[in-house]
């Protein structure tokens, strides 16, 4: 069973640009999850997409956004970029439990 | 605002060594899962404590959930270089919270030979 995938893997960006990254859900789960992790630490909850819904958000800035597409995968926009948007961006899925299955993230660097 | 309060951040030591983790918050959680993460990948769940006082043990690692499912910790016994990594602690809660899990900030552990 393949696992979450995202795209790409790494992602090179200057301020003021837009990114775009994408996430695709383990097959048959219906709900994606992005993260945000900075420094290798603690990742921190930015959005929650469900049957192409969004669920919750985290405390970001609107200029975080994204949307689940009809095949749960899901895509994370990030506009008018900023030197500590510099992370890396994890996407996660699950079916309805607690657990969650990560992906290998997408390393964004904003020079 | 940091809702998961890990402790230690780093912690160094030889193999063999004990090692306990803490997790500690003034939130209850309906459950805690304990993750491990390794550089270029994502984080990969180790396991997930539901009961208060509840306590999972997983070959060398022991996890064990507060009686009031505010805290928890992560034992080692007798580490080993392959424990090495980033491991994280986060709370899941019901109600308007579903679905999101509130992460702790991570305790870096490196296990020398």
């Known amino acids: 069973e393949a696992g979450v995938t995202q795209s790409p893997t790494h992602l090179i960006k200057t301020r003021g640009q837009q990114a775009t990254l994408r996430c695709s859900p383990i097959?048959?789960?219906?709900?994606v999850y992005w993260y945000q992790q900075a420094l290798g630490l603690g990742l921190q909850f930015l959005l929650w997409?469900?049957?192409?819904?969004?669920?919750n958000r985290g405390n970001f800035p609107p200029r975080f956004s994204g949307r689940q597409f009809p095949n749960y995968s899901s895509e994370l926009n990030v506009n008018a970029l900023e030197l500590e948007d510099s992370a890396l961006y994890l996407c996660?899925?699950?079916?309805?439990?607690?657990?969650?299955?990560f992906g290998p993230g997408t390393r964004l660097t904003v020079l | 605002t940091q809702l998961l309060e890990q402790s230690p951040q780093f912690l160094s030591i030889q193999e063999g060594e004990n090692l306990t983790v803490y997790c500690n918050s003034s939130?209850?959680?309906?459950?805690l899962q304990w993750y491990r993460q390794e550089p270029g990948e994502g984080p990969v769940l180790l396991v997930t404590?539901?009961?208060?006082?509840e306590v999972k043990k997983l070959k060398r690692l022991t996890f064990q959930f507060g009686d009031a499912r505010k805290d928890s910790s992560l034992h080692i016994t007798a580490a080993q270089t392959g424990d090495t990594g980033l491991y994280l602690c986060?709370?899941?809660?019901?109600?308007?919270?579903?679905?999101?899990?509130?992460f702790g900030q991570g305790t870096i552990l490196t296990v020398h030979p």
């Open positions: 097959s048959g789960h219906t709900s």
């Open positions: 986060a709370g899941a809660r019901s109600g308007t919270s579903y679905g999101k899990l509130t």
């Open positions: 997409y469900d049957e192409g819904e969004e669920r």
């Open positions: 939130s209850v959680f309906s459950s």
């Open positions: 996660a899925s699950n079916g309805g439990e607690v657990r969650q299955f």
């Open positions: 404590v539901v009961t208060g006082g």
